[in-house]
């Protein structure tokens, strides 16, 4: 049995986790945040939740649909049955191609909440450095570490994870190859439905790129939430602005687009500065010899589907290995 460290409770660090202990390792899991999911992660307020992260999944491959029925077998998933448009110039158009989506209930974290059920996991512990020793890798973190580890997965984006694995320089290297767009997010709330046809809308325009009526999802108390995600370039050229100063020009611009007068009744924004990746569609990268590897959705093609394959692609590379 070897001692494994996963840095990061995201989808990635989590599918890695469970299919290294279902194999009978000793898996500790560290998280900065309060809570699993990572970029699926769900915000409560008094008015009801927000999935402020992704808002959706799809399955394209055979081993992401056995876990994604398992999911719906425990009703941690469900079909996504909502009305979905583009957006352009005002007009609401039908998607050119449709497949079938789904979404994580009650919210976007209830797939990484029930992965993380049976795992060891530290929350609220942000890695700092990641060090080789005589008695296996050494985990620091701000108060402490901790010694002995036989193998290490970084399981978070690679502006993270390249410091963390700079004692292996050619991991380090192909870390620096990944990469994410940022995306401002703004979640709304109108005190009566907005009279639309539509439940999401990929939008055409030079702020907002989609936007989705958080109750036309299964699982999610009734009211009129909005989340509104900026584009990556307005995003990235926003980048260090105020949550105060987005949120109105989010919410300008959708109701500009969809042609609606309401105002919000509640309005706040999250900056996630490592939002979306094209993907290296390279699964994972592992160092044998060192026994240090790095998974997540930038190794894969970018989505939910890709973090959870590369996770588990690369707890294969580790069980071969032990
Ligand atoms: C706005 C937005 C919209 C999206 N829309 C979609 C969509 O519609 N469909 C889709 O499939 N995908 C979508 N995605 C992408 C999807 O969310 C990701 O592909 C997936 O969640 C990535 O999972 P991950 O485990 O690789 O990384 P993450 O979810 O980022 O997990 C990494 C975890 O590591 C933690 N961490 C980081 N550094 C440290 C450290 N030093 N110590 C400890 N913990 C650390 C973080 O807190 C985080 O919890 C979207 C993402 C965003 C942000």
């Known amino acids: 049995m070897a001692r494994i460290a996963v840095v990061g409770a995201g989808i990635a660090g989590l599918s890695c986790a469970r299919s290294l202990r279902n194999a009978g390792h000793a898996v500790r899991v560290f998280e900065k945040s309060r809570g699993a999911g990572g970029r699926m992660s769900t915000r409560r307020t008094d008015h009801g939740s927000y999935d402020h992260g992704a808002q959706y999944f799809t399955v394209r491959d055979p081993s992401f649909r056995a876990a994604v029925d398992q999911w719906l077998a425990q009703d941690l998933v469900a079909p996504y049955?909502?009305?979905?448009?583009?957006?352009?110039?005002?007009?609401?158009?039908p998607l050119s191609h449709s497949e079938q989506r789904y979404v994580a209930t009650p919210g976007m974290n209830a797939v990484c909440r029930g992965l993380s059920a049976e795992l060891e996991v530290e929350f609220e512990c942000q890695i700092t450095a990641v060090t080789p020793g005589e008695s296996g890798w050494r985990l620091s973190w701000e108060e402490g570490g901790e010694s002995g580890f036989d193998a290490v997965v970084l399981a978070?984006?690679?502006?993270?994870?390249?410091p963390l694995c700079a004692a292996v320089p050619d991991l380090a290297a192909q870390v620096r190859q990944g990469g994410h767009a940022?995306?401002?997010?703004?979640?709304?709330?109108?005190?009566?439905?907005?009279?639309?046809?539509?439940?999401?809308?990929?939008?055409?325009?030079?702020?907002i790129g989609w936007v989705m009526r958080d109750a036309s999802r299964p699982g999610r108390a009734p009211g009129e939430r909005w989340v509104l995600h900026a584009n990556a370039e307005w995003s990235k050229a926003h980048l260090e602005n105020s949550a105060e100063t987005v949120a109105p020009l989010l919410i300008d611009a959708f109701r500009a687009e969809a042609g609606f007068d309401?105002?919000?009744?509640e309005t706040r924004?999250?900056?996630?500065?490592?939002?979306?990746?094209?993907g290296l569609k390279a699964g994972s990268f592992w160092d044998a010899g060192r026994r240090i590897g790095v998974c997540g959705d930038w190794c894969a093609d970018g989505r939910i589907e890709g973090a959870y394959l590369s996770g588990t692609e690369l707890a294969a590379?580790?069980?071969?290995?032990?």
């Open 182 to 207: 940022p995306c401002w997010a703004a979640m709304v709330r109108y005190d009566a439905p907005l009279p639309l046809e539509f439940d999401a809308a990929f939008v055409e325009d030079e702020v």
């Open 262 to 265: 309401a105002e919000a009744v």
């Open 317 to 322: 590379k580790l069980l071969s290995a032990f």
């Open 269 to 278: 924004a999250h900056r996630w500065r490592f939002a979306l990746s094209a």
């Open 156 to 162: 978070i984006p690679p502006a993270q994870a390249a």
């Open 81 to 93: 049955a909502g009305r979905i448009v583009r957006l352009q110039q005002g007009e609401a158009l």
